[in-house]
């Protein structure tokens, strides 16, 4: 039991060593909230330029129709002057006004069109704008991120090299558990017997069981979680 004492000193490091390596988690869930963000957006931004393309391609066409449709009147009313008949003047001013309401409405339709090209350019230049902003928010966290991670890493270091010191005063087979259990659970491998449970994953065992465990002779991982359980007892050495 008194070798193993060391595996409590071993815990406490791995609690640091993991403390070190999740302190920028919550600004690396930040960076991929703002990625996702930036992406939205520059879903919305292609879809924009989709629309603004689409609907200068109609503007093209409008003003094509209106041209010809100009044309036209312009020759309907030279017509209109040279008629012989009450007859054939009713039918061409019929024609005109068809030609001229055809007209109103592609030029009513061509103003529509721009005035919508016009917002979405805007809404365009908004999005462009967002991103520039959130790339550039998104750099400089990921700056205090490696500075960060930089800093830590001599720590992370030196703690691992003092836990391969205290686990050279520890029992080969508790070591080997040890390793195995942290080759599962990285800086979470160890954990104490709480009464009759795992004081982590709360697998419940027999009396008899925690009885032996207590004794400090023979060390199992955990049947639930598979940390290196250590005996109750070795808490208040």
């Known amino acids: 039991m008194e070798n193993l004492k060391y595996l409590k000193d071993v815990m406490s490091l791995d609690k640091v060593i993991l403390g070190l390596k999740q302190a920028n988690n919550e600004e690396l869930k930040r960076i991929e909230f703002l990625i996702k963000q930036k992406d939205k957006k520059e879903e919305e931004i292609a879809q924009l330029r989709n629309d603004i393309k689409q609907a200068k391609e109609q503007v093209t066409a409008s003003e094509k129709s209106i041209f010809e449709i100009e044309k036209k009147l312009e020759q309907s009313r030279a017509n209109l002057n040279a008629v012989t008949s009450q007859q054939q003047e009713e039918a061409l001013s019929v024609s005109i006004k068809k030609q001229e309401d055809e007209f109103e409405g592609l030029q009513d339709k061509t103003l529509e069109l721009l005035e919508m090209i016009e917002e979405k350019e805007a809404l365009q230049k908004e999005a462009i704008e967002f991103i520039t902003g959130i790339t550039n928010t998104i750099d400089e ?38 390793k195995m259990a942290a080759s599962k659970r990285a800086h979470d491998a160890c954990t104490f017997l709480i009464g009759q449970s795992c004081g982590s994953c709360k697998f419940t065992y027999a009396a008899g069981e925690v009885a ?20 109750a007892p070795l808490r208040d050495i």
Do not use: H, M, W
């Open 141 to 178: 966290i990921q700056a205090e991120v490696d500075q960060g991670n930089k800093a830590n890493k001599s720590k992370v270091l030196s703690l691992e090299n003092q836990i391969e010191g205290l686990l050279s005063e520890v029992p080969p087979e508790a070591v080997k558990l040890y």
């Open 212 to 231: 032996t465990f207590n004794k400090g002779i023979d060390l199992i991982l955990c049947k639930g979680c598979q940390r290196l359980l250590l005996p």
